[in-house]
Every structure is written in C-alpha cells, then in structure tokens.
C-alpha cells in the first residue's frame, strides 16, 4: 500500500472517502526495506510485487524506484520480479502509460462495470463521473493487451 490517499471520491470507499486518515505515502526508504525483507525471508525464486492504495499513482515516484532497485537486486540474488498495480486509470498520462510498457507492469483497473453504474459511485472530488476518462486513458495499455498479458497476478506462482 504505497499511497494512503487517492483523487477520486467513490460512494463506498473503504478508505474514508479517499482520505485514509493521515494520507500517508510510502518513503523510499520503507519501499526498499519491504524489498529487501521479502528476498530475505522467502525461498521462492520468482517475486511478485503489487502496487496498491489508495491510488498508487500518487506515488509515481515511488513505483520506479522500487522497479530499478528490484531490477539491481536480480543481478545479484537468484530471485526475479513481476510487478503488477491496481489503479482507477484517471492518472495514466503519456510518460506513466510508457513506463508500465518498458517494465511490463500488469495493470488492473478498478472500474464498476458500464457508465451510468459506474459514474454514480465513482467520481472525482467535484463530482463528476470518471468512466470516460477511464476508458481514454487506457486505451493504448488495453490495446496491447498489458492488461491481461504473459503474467496475471492470480496464477502466479505459489503465494
């Protein structure tokens, strides 16, 4: 969970309304730490790391420096690392949606099924819809399948 926060205002959030109590994000010194904790302590070879919140976009930032450390760390140990994010796809902007390509992040996007159903539970803070944004913002990821490409988080390994 590496951001306590998130831009939208859905009816039934769990987190207070987007809010989390102190809106927290991860510090990369946690993040690395929480790395390091999971090679140490498991004994299997291939890893998977999923970025959650809130909105993990949030924390943007974050997710790459997680990304290159996990990269340096498969030169030297015998582990290998898959990503995968559950974001609301309203802050997948050019540079974002290039990065999840170049790293083959699995991305799954939270979305309450057609428009009018989910517009009246998802919205931003003026309470606008957000479907349509959605759907434009992921078009080129779903377009090259990076949502439901080689790795899916559910078949995974044995976790």
């Given at each position: 969970m590496i951001a306590?926060?998130?831009?939208?205002?859905?009816?039934?959030?769990?987190?207070?309304?987007?809010?989390?109590?102190?809106?927290g994000k991860m510090t990369n010194?946690?993040?690395?730490?929480?790395?390091?904790?999971l090679i140490e302590n498991t004994k299997q070879k291939e890893l998977l790391i999923i970025f959650f919140g809130?909105?993990?976009?949030?924390?943007?930032?974050?997710?790459?420096?997680?990304?290159?450390y996990c990269k340096a760390k498969e030169k030297y140990t015998d582990k290998k690392f898959r990503f995968s994010m559950t974001t609301n796809g309203t802050l997948i902007n050019d540079k974002i949606e290039e990065y999840i390509r170049e790293n083959n992040i699995f991305v799954q996007i939270s979305i309450d099924?057609?428009?009018?159903?989910?517009?009246?539970?998802?919205?931003?803070?003026?309470?606008?819809?957000?479907f349509d944004k959605v759907i434009a913002r992921t078009h080129n990821l779903r377009k090259v399948n990076i949502t439901g490409s080689k790795f899916h988080p559910f078949t995974y390994g044995n976790h």
């Amino acid at each position: 969970m590496i951001a306590q926060e998130c831009n939208l205002k859905c009816k039934y959030c769990y987190g207070e309304g987007g809010e989390y109590q102190e809106r927290g994000k991860m510090t990369n010194d946690i993040a690395i730490k929480s790395v390091d904790f999971l090679i140490e302590n498991t004994k299997q070879k291939e890893l998977l790391i999923i970025f959650f919140g809130g909105e993990p976009l949030m924390n943007f930032d974050l997710i790459k420096v997680v990304v290159e450390y996990c990269k340096a760390k498969e030169k030297y140990t015998d582990k290998k690392f898959r990503f995968s994010m559950t974001t609301n796809g309203t802050l997948i902007n050019d540079k974002i949606e290039e990065y999840i390509r170049e790293n083959n992040i699995f991305v799954q996007i939270s979305i309450d099924g057609r428009k009018e159903v989910n517009d009246i539970n998802r919205f931003n803070s003026s309470g606008e819809g957000i479907f349509d944004k959605v759907i434009a913002r992921t078009h080129n990821l779903r377009k090259v399948n990076i949502t439901g490409s080689k790795f899916h988080p559910f078949t995974y390994g044995n976790h």
